[in-house]
């Protein structure tokens, strides 16, 4: 006994270890889709005295972005990006703290955040950046239900004029900006440096936690219907979030969701993205690196989107399944074991004028045929069944009116409660076996 001994106490202190062992995994993710103003922002207010021009971006003003990670962790950092910028922009002071309302802080909370030990650092053209780590102190605990919904501003300074902006256009949430000229004024909990509000994100694109090294990245992969055109602002009832939340009532913080769909966005199009860039984003297929493989803990993907090949670009349905195809195979060599669903497409009978029109019904209806029937997926996720109206093959009476600005809705977009069904169909077994 007294040789076991030591030998237990080794064990014991290897067992309390790998029960506290950490790593970093995605939290939150907004997809830099291109250089502000060409995106789809919804409910956006006049951002003409915040800026003035979109080819002199950001000058010296400082931004408190608001963002709701999907799992907390003892420590964070934040990744910066000049995708689609022009100029080398230089970020300082950059904060992260807990949001009371507003643009106010949690007093107490806001932490400074450093770039290789500096306060300052400077991006260039078609780069990022990703932050020195910083600790939580008011993250007791990862499951602290306290923490749950609660929501991140990210503070920071663009040093002089940043050029054009890289920005996610439909935030759904509201940020907050202070006026041009306006100083670095991250470090003040307090919101009146901030008087001007937007319901897009700019220059960030990702926030990582120091989570619990079981805890697995979903990615949420699509267009504007993952993007949540047409729910709640500042609701989070978006698909993804519906089934973050259906996740960890069912798994605690296993599974962390985050969210990379860009409104508009197309599977194989637009051919040239970077001559002329549309309001959609680069293609899905040019973004999967920066998106997906290049975020920390990924082990699925949920992948839903061609609609706008088919209403913008007039794609056929074979061309966006070898899309999809060529897609899958990158995702599996740059991720192996990474488990790829499929989600059907819904219908946009009767809606815009390129989306709504027959010929686009009927493309999707083949391509859902050719999900149902390939192996080249780990499963279906059958968005089309729980929304489909038989009677007249639009998307179901009661999903169609707009749940973001009011009234009846466009026929494409599914509203709060579209997307609560949408979540609801997800079979959680399949996706977290």
């Known amino acids: 006994m007294k040789r076991l001994a030591p030998l237990l106490a ?243 913080n296993r599974f962390v969701v985050v969210n990379q769909g860009i409104g508009g966005n197309e599977v194989i199009g637009p051919a040239d993205y970077a001559a002329k860039p549309i309001n959609g984003g680069p293609s899905a297929l040019s973004r999967l690196d920066r998106d997906i493989t290049s975020l920390p803990g990924v082990a699925t993907v949920i992948w839903m989107e061609g609609i706008n090949d088919f209403g913008a670009e007039d794609a056929t349905a074979e061309a966006v399944f070898a899309g999809y195809e060529k897609g899958v195979a990158a995702l599996r060599q740059k991720l192996p074991g990474v488990k790829i669903y499929i989600a059907t497409l819904t219908s946009a009978l009767h809606s815009t004028p390129t989306h709504g029109r027959p010929v686009v019904e009927e493309n999707r209806k083949k391509l859902n045929a050719m999900f149902r029937s390939t192996k080249i997926f780990d499963g279906l996720v059958d968005f089309d069944t729980a929304t489909y109206d038989a009677s007249t093959g639009e998307i179901k009476p009661e999903f169609q009116p707009n749940s973001s600005v009011g009234g009846p809705g466009d026929k494409l977009h599914p509203n709060r409660a579209g997307y609560a069904a949408m979540a609801n169909a997800i079979d959680l077994g399949m996706i977290t076996k």
């Open 10 to 252: 080794i064990l014991c202190a290897v067992t309390a270890t790998s029960a506290h062992a950490e790593t970093w995994a995605a939290s939150w993710t907004g997809s830099a889709q291109g250089p502000y103003p060409i995106g789809n922002p919804t409910a956006q207010p006049e951002l003409k005295f915040a800026f003035p021009t979109p080819d002199s971006g950001a000058n010296d003003q400082s931004f408190r972005l608001i963002v709701k990670p999907d799992a907390w962790g003892s420590q964070t950092r934040i990744r910066l990006s000049n995708a689609f910028g022009k100029t080398p922009v230089t970020f300082d002071d950059a904060f992260v703290g807990l949001q009371e309302s507003g643009a106010a802080v949690l007093a107490g909370t806001n932490q400074p955040l450093t770039f290789k030990n500096q306060k300052s650092v400077t991006v260039a053209p078609g780069e990022s950046v990703v932050s020195d780590p910083v600790a939580l102190p008011f993250v007791k605990a990862s499951d602290d239900p306290l923490l749950k919904g609660r929501k991140l501003a990210v503070s920071f300074h663009v040093a002089g004029q940043s050029g054009p902006m890289t920005w996610h256009a439909k935030a759904l949430t509201t940020s907050y900006v202070s006026p041009p000229g306006g100083g670095s004024k991250g470090a003040g909990e307090a919101e009146g440096a901030f008087p001007f509000s937007t319901t897009s994100w700019y220059f960030l694109d990702e926030v990582d936690m120091l989570v619990g090294d079981g805890s697995k990245v979903i990615v949420a992969f699509g267009d504007s219907i993952t993007d949540g055109t047409a729910t709640t602002i500042n609701g989070d009832d978006r698909w993804p979030d519906v089934l973050s939340r259906r996740l960890h009532a069912a798994n605690a």
